[in-house]
């Protein structure tokens, strides 16, 4: 079956940079979206970084774009997603997605496969 392992967040400077990691196992076919969605308190979930894993192709929320990066080792089956210039804001609890097809690859809604997220607190 699926799964979905995220680690990587901590406390962190506002201003310094955080990698998160995800491993994904168990999909059987050879491409798959992979998403970051982050949800801070009281807020809904957003998501902000997904790559489709057959093609490299990527996609990002445009209130990231510049500061967040997405990338995949294959051999590792892991997707990260490193954080720069990191603000307060960005302070969320962050969450690997996944999913085989689907039609907008930042909708949270559209995934069915999530891990059990990483905090991020900046300060």
């Known amino acids: 079956h699926v799964q979905l392992v995220e680690s990587g967040g901590g406390s962190v400077q506002a201003g310094g940079s955080v990698t998160l990691s995800c491993v994904a196992s168990g999909f059987t076919e050879s491409g798959a979206y992979v998403a970051w969605i982050r949800q801070a308190p009281g807020k809904g979930r957003e998501g902000v970084a997904s790559i489709y894993t057959e093609t490299d192709r990527t996609y990002y929320a445009d209130s990231v774009k510049g500061r967040f990066a997405i990338w995949q080792d294959n051999a590792k089956k892991t997707v990260y997603l490193q954080i720069n210039y990191l603000r307060p804001e960005d302070t969320a609890m962050y969450y690997c997605?996944?999913?085989?097809?689907?039609?907008?690859?930042?909708?949270?809604?559209?995934?069915?496969?999530w891990g059990q997220g990483t905090q991020v607190t900046v300060s």
């Open positions: 997605a996944a999913e085989l097809l689907l039609m907008r690859p930042l909708d949270a809604s559209e995934h069915n496969y």
